[in-house]
């Protein structure tokens, strides 16, 4: 006989949370298996908190089931309190007790001997390079130590789940992606599920397994960030991840003519507004010869000429913008420093494997 599945350690279905009448949270299920990280991704207001304070056990569902490792935790007629749901949480202000030490802070939440709890102090603080530190008060520590200490804090007591608000915002920038990386090493090793909720795309993209991408109180679409980035099921979720370049067209005959010659736009009726959108690393230079480009390929299909408007020098990219001569402008970024003068003329190529093409927004 198989052995049975093992259940998530974090199933949501159904969640919806209504303020005024109107659902906040609106009809969401996902699932969170031991050892993952997902982040919960989208705009200011779509409701990513609101999820995470149901979860936790500080807000109340209007609908919905929460299981965790199986077990019904939150549902109708059932709401275990938070303190017993071996869910540990860490936010933005890591809110690290002044009065207490580095180890007292990090030990607060433990039980068992004095022994066992040392040794976990101990064990974490080593994890996080802190255990110098270990008598410090979180005055004397910088924001990165104090986050360090605060992520030791609610790993100790070896939650199931991890819930993480914005946990990197107050960070200086250059700090960032190394403690991100750092706390995601620990986050592996320790097993445990994450709940991850952020505005950012970079965060999201450097975090996660898995992204839910959030708007208005819906899950708009879920996958690994290469899916997410890669084939977006929307326009506005494109837009999300980066800077964008619209071209607009009218299918005609499952065609659509642009500037770069015709597109196939299959499952699109003729006469439909579609936009063919493209991230500007996507679009390719090349030199003017005497007012003649590239030839045309199979996978760029037609170069269109553009005047140089504007070029940036970004640090890893330069960002150049070009006119069409329809008058249509596109940005490209092209890697390292790429700074032709305003109104010299190249010519464009665009992946056409990157192109994505949608419906025409409004
Ligand atoms: N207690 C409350 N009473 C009324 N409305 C609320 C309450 N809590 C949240 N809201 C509303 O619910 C919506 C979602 O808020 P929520 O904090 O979940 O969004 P968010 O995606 O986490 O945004 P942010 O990134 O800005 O924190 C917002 O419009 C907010 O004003």
Not at 240 to 253: R, Y
């Amino acid at each position: 006989m198989s052995p049975a599945p093992v259940p998530p350690r974090l199933e949501v279905r159904h969640l919806t949370r209504r303020f005024a009448a109107q659902a906040v949270v609106d009809d969401i299920s996902f699932e969170i298996p031991a050892g993952q990280v997902t982040c919960l991704l989208g705009p200011s207001g779509c409701g990513k908190s609101t999820t995470l304070r149901m979860i936790a056990g500080v807000d109340v569902q209007d609908a919905g089931e929460i299981h965790v490792d199986g077990t019904l935790i939150c549902g109708p007629g059932l709401t275990v309190p938070p303190e017993q749901r071996a869910i540990g949480l860490m936010f933005q202000d890591f809110a690290l007790f002044p009065h207490l030490t580095v180890a007292e802070n990090v030990a607060f939440g433990l039980s068992g001997t004095a022994r066992e709890k040392n040794a976990r102090v101990a064990e974490l603080l080593e994890r996080v390079h802190l255990s110098r530190h270990r008598g410090s008060y979180p005055h004397a520590l910088s924001g990165g130590e104090q986050q360090r200490v605060a992520l030791a804090r609610a790993l100790a007591p070896r939650p199931r789940i991890l819930l993480m608000d914005e946990p990197f915002s107050g960070l200086d920038e250059r700090l960032r992606d190394d403690i991100r990386d750092e706390t995601l090493a620990l986050l592996k090793e320790e097993g445990t599920a994450v709940l991850l909720v952020t505005h950012e795309p970079h965060e999201a993209m450097r975090m996660a397994d898995e992204i839910l991408l959030m708007r208005a109180g819906s899950i708009v679409q879920r996958g690994a960030p290469y899916n997410l980035y890669n084939a977006p099921v929307d326009r506005r979720a494109a837009a999300f991840f980066s800077d964008l370049n619209v071209i607009e067209s009218t299918v005609e005959g499952a065609l659509a003519s642009t500037p770069f010659g015709e597109f196939l736009a299959p499952g699109h009726a003729d006469g439909t507004r579609i936009d063919i959108v493209i991230r500007p690393q996507h679009l390719k230079i090349d030199f003017d010869r005497a007012g003649r480009g590239p030839n045309p390929t199979q996978e760029e299909g037609t170069p269109a000429r553009g005047i140089v408007t504007r070029a940036r020098y970004l640090g890893r990219e330069s960002l150049v913008e070009f006119r069409l001569e329809t008058g249509q402008v596109l940005k490209a970024s092209v890697p390292n420093v790429f700074l032709p003068k305003a109104g010299t003329p190249m010519w464009l190529m665009i992946r056409r494997d990157r192109c994505f093409v949608f419906p025409a927004q409004g």
